[in-house]
């Protein structure tokens, strides 16, 4: 699976350029798993430089975030979803009533469940306004730190081979 994802969205990128990674982008951070770093650092192998990857994969990822909100909120059907991951959410929820919007934050920042983040963000009503624009900053950091390193891990995996 990881690799077919993998092949499907490098050509896609391929063919429609950053905005099939922004696409990519908003499908994979969804509840549908893609695996995104991965992607990210296969469209910057393929040569996209590294800023503009970022953006479009944190401006993509945010907005597919949207989705996992709007199934907690019940304006998507999500039931089978919220059940899977009824723990996950629970817990999410547990961080979002502490700390509200830094949680999401971090939770968007890091390898923590954000799925479950933004369906207990949207079951608790949360400002959708605070809501995106925690995830925004966390996804746009987030994706730059993916973009540079695996610019950087490609860029000295190629000057090694190239020194034999």
Do not use: C, N
Not at 32 to 58: D, K, N
Not at 116 to 144: D, H, N, V
């Amino acid at each position: 699976m990881l690799e077919g994802a993998v092949d499907w969205a490098a050509r896609v990128f391929e063919s429609y350029g950053l905005l099939g990674l922004f696409i990519v982008m908003i499908i994979g951070s969804s509840p549908i798993p893609i695996p995104v770093e991965l992607v990210v650092v296969t469209v910057i192998a393929l040569g996209a430089p590294p800023l503009p990857t970022a953006l479009f994969a944190g401006f993509g990822a945010s907005l597919g975030g949207l989705i996992g909100y709007y199934v907690g909120y019940g304006l998507i059907s999500g039931t089978g979803l919220m059940e899977k991951h009824r723990d996950r959410v629970e817990e999410a929820h547990q961080w979002l009533e502490r700390y509200g919007a830094p949680a999401v934050f971090i939770f968007a920042l890091t390898p923590l469940p954000y799925d479950a983040m933004a369906i207990a963000a949207g079951g608790g009503r949360m400002s959708i306004r605070k809501f995106y624009l925690a995830t925004l900053a966390g996804r746009l950091i987030r994706y730059l730190f993916v973009a540079q390193m695996g610019y950087e891990a490609l860029r000295y995996l190629s000057l090694r081979s190239l020194l034999g």
